[in-house]
């Protein structure tokens, strides 16, 4: 099945500053990609997702970029502000079957420092 | 639209007592799913549904229920609570090949 990685675990930046967190997948069938913020309290929001008919999508101040040959997908947030602070999670639908079914990272804790 | 609606927020039980925990949404979703979240990891899938009358087991679906009667209800039975079933819950819901939207979760411990 599906496996999904994600590194780092934690991120320290300085306000101002760029944040890159970075995700392999194993499932060439996979071809849906969503990032999720987890604010403390909160469930998941969606924030950008891309699909494997492209390299890359930009919305503001985030990208995701899309490797498909090394199965690498990027999310990247630049002039990085306070409330960018959270857990950010990966994610790809799993190609196995119709279901919709999202195997997730384990999550990158980003902390943006004032 | 109130999205994904989960109930209740927060509740403690003792082992081996049995909850219900309830989602609900009315976006019209086909796709439901059912995941725990333990401290400082990611999210790991109970069960799902692709429509009302069809669940099918996630990664982590032994002590757990569920049910599908209608398209807006998916709820998840605890029948005999464990300490390792300490978690917090999140339901989630979409479309086919859309992005899943989730409730704000159910925060459970068991003493």
């Known amino acids: 099945g599906e496996n999904v990685e994600q590194h780092p675990s934690t991120l320290s930046v300085q306000e101002g500053d760029s944040a890159v967190i970075k995700c392999t997948y194993s499932d060439s069938a996979s071809n849906y990609f969503p990032w999720y913020k987890q ?14 008919n492209v390299g890359e999508k ?34 790809a639908l799993d190609g196995s079957g119709n279901t919709g ?12 420092k004032p | 639209n ?3 609606t989960q109930t209740p927020k927060f509740r403690i ?15 019209n979703h086909n796709y ?28 982590v679906p032994n002590g ?12 998840l039975r ?10 917090v819950y999140f339901c989630a819901s979409s479309t086919s090949n859309q992005p899943q939207h989730f409730g704000d979760g159910t925060r459970l411990s068991i003493l």
């Open chain 2, 78 to 87: 605890l029948e005999l609570a464990a300490p390792s079933q300490t978690s």
């Open chain 1, 58 to 91: 930009k919305d503001q101040r985030i990208a995701v970029t899309l490797n498909k040959t090394a199965k690498h997908f990027s999310l990247h947030i630049t002039e990085t502000q306070p409330e960018d602070s959270a857990v950010y999670f990966c994610a």
């Open chain 1, 101 to 112: 079914k999202l195997i997730f990272g384990q999550g990158t804790t980003l902390q943006v």
């Open chain 2, 13 to 27: 039980l003792k082992i081996g007592q049995s909850m219900t925990l309830q989602c609900t949404q009315d976006m």
């Open chain 2, 32 to 59: 439901m799913y059912w995941y725990r979240q333990d401290p400082g990891m990611g999210l790991k899938l109970i069960y799902y549904s692709v429509g009302a009358g069809i669940t099918d087991k996630g990664e």
């Open chain 1, 39 to 52: 604010e403390l309290g909160k469930g998941p929001q969606l924030i950008i997702d891309i699909r494997s």
């Open chain 2, 2 to 4: 109130a999205g994904v």
């Open chain 2, 64 to 75: 757990y229920n569920v049910s599908r009667s209608t398209t807006e209800d998916f709820p």
